[in-house]
């Protein structure tokens, strides 16, 4: 029997958005710094204003939010502007868990139905899951081409143009960090992204000889990754400057004395930029060629930092946990979000580059990795200096937590462990060296155990985004 077919709508990718309309809310470059880019203090407040209150009425029909907001005492018209913003709830990754297991396979804060699924073309993306099955979210043609929009910005602030060669160290599949570099090269700038993807699908030899066949301009990736390709260079007798690579768009991470940054230009002869960013969000933030501290987008997102321990605001300057109120997702929304990421944010100020908006620091550090040792509260990403300065050690390492000792003598330890860069150099001198130096950087004890080069990789990285983690709890693992 044939099927009568002819009723069917497809919700065709191209007729899903009113470009003319999105360049308009969320423009591209050279437009975003004629526009939303420069805007004064107060027009740029209207404008969050505006979007932030349209997202707090989708939330009032949307039953993670209902729930969260009802429990505080909020009704709807309780917020009347950003100045309100503080009395909703924020929420955190476990939360989103929890609406997850009590809604599978999405999460109540993502209420789609199948119904709605036929209408739009929707794409999956995974957080990178550091621990039990990642996180799946949806997104909308609008969301997946805004996020495309952050990313060129960030390319175009760091000197990429239209014609050059972007390689794409960013594996596609799950993760979408490759895939708002692809659209931001493709779709918003004009550039040609090769996506050679993570060392794992294309061996770090290959990378470095289809930049050198191809003429790639600038890489997008993982900063440790870039350090690991001037490595592999130096190992094959491979001249990396020969590439003449204009720019690294690089997520640096913790790198903050930029120890990272300054090994790789030299080793690359090219200015290296940080970026900041996350699934749900997107690219919300991105250094210029100043190099003075990371732009935030503004018309997408609206960033706060609160206390990690009370969850009060702090203020700028103050480190605290990165909270993100996307002002552009509506399936599903972000309003709230307490990514748990350690930052600071600096005041709105007019750049040399031409931008103005508030800018952020570095990342530094996740506060859910906090261990207490001996009354003293511990943050892995402390030990990289000592790690990164050390010309023995390859930089990587990871701290494991764990109880020592039974019932009331139990108490928790921690070791850091570091790879060096070949067998020959000396395990003993390394434990010595860096246990005095950690000791005086944490202010507290941790032994130091020494592994050999890419024993730790499998440990550190989550999913093929490059995100890296650095505790390994073992008092929580059964
Ligand atoms: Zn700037």
């Known amino acids: 029997m044939q099927m009568d077919v002819s009723d069917t709508i497809v919700p065709y990718y191209w007729q899903s958005v009113n470009w003319q309309q999105l360049m308009d809310d969320y423009p591209p470059e050279p ?68 609406a997850i297991a009590e809604h599978p396979p999405f999460g109540s804060h993502q209420p789609m139905t199948k119904e709605d699924f036929a209408r739009t073309p929707w794409k999956i993306h995974t957080s990178g899951g550091t621990t039990g099955f990642p996180r799946m979210t949806l997104f909308d043609p609008r969301a997946l081409e805004v996020q495309g929009i952050q990313a060129a910005r960030a390319m175009w602030a760091q000197g990429s143009r239209p014609g050059d060669t972007v390689q794409i160290t960013y594996t596609m599949g799950l993760t979408n960090a490759a895939y708002c570099a692809t659209y931001a090269c493709h779709h918003w700038l004009g550039a040609i992204p090769l996506n050679t993807g993570s060392g794992l699908i294309t061996p770090s030899e290959k990378q470095l000889e289809y930049a050198l066949k191809v003429g790639t301009r600038a890489w997008f990736g993982r900063g440790e990754y870039f350090a690991r390709l001037a490595d592999v260079a130096q190992e094959i007798g491979f001249d990396l400057r020969s590439l003449k690579t204009g720019r690294l768009h690089a997520f640096l991470g913790t790198d903050t004395n930029n120890v990272l940054r300054k090994a790789l230009e030299d080793a690359w002869g090219c200015p290296v930029y940080d970026n900041y960013g996350t699934h749900e969000v997107g690219h919300i933030a991105y250094e210029c060629e100043a190099q003075d501290g990371r732009h935030v987008a503004e018309d997408t997102a609206y960033v706060e930092v609160q206390d990690v321990e009370t969850g009060k605001p702090l203020g700028f300057g103050e480190t605290g946990n990165m909270v993100i109120t996307s002002l552009y997702r509506t399936a599903p929304l972000m309003i709230r979000y307490d990514l748990r990421d350690l930052m600071k944010i600096y005041p709105r100020q007019q750049c040399s580059c031409g931008l103005c908006s508030t800018k952020l620091s570095s990342f530094l550090g996740r506060s859910d990795e906090m261990v207490k040792l001996r009354g003293t509260n511990v943050y892995p990403m402390a030990c990289q200096p000592a790690v990164r300065e050390d010309p023995r050690l390859t930089g990587e390492f990871i701290c494991v937590a764990f109880t020592e000792g039974e019932g009331l003598s139990a108490r928790t330890e921690m070791a850091v462990r570091v790879e060096r860069r070949s067998p020959e150099i000396d395990k003993a001198a390394i434990v010595a060296d860096l246990q005095a130096r950690l000791h005086k950087d944490l202010s507290v004890k941790v032994k130091v155990e020494v592994f050999e080069k890419e024993e730790l990789a499998p440990l550190i990285q989550i999913g093929s985004t490059g995100k890296t983690r650095r505790l390994l709890d073992l008092r929580t693992m059964k």
């Not at 939303?36 to 009425?57: H, K, M, P, T, Y």
């Not at 309780?78 to 100045?83: A, E, F, H, M, Q």
């Open 31 to 98: 437009l975003y710094r004629q526009k939303n880019g420069r805007l004064g203090d107060e027009e740029i407040r209207a404008l969050q204003n505006s979007r932030f209150l349209a997202r707090v009425a989708e939330g009032w029909n949307v039953p993670f939010y209902v729930n969260r907001w009802r429990a505080v005492g909020l009704e709807p018209g309780d917020i009347r502007s950003l100045d309100d913003i503080t009395k909703i709830p924020s929420f955190t990754s476990d939360d989103l868990k929890d």
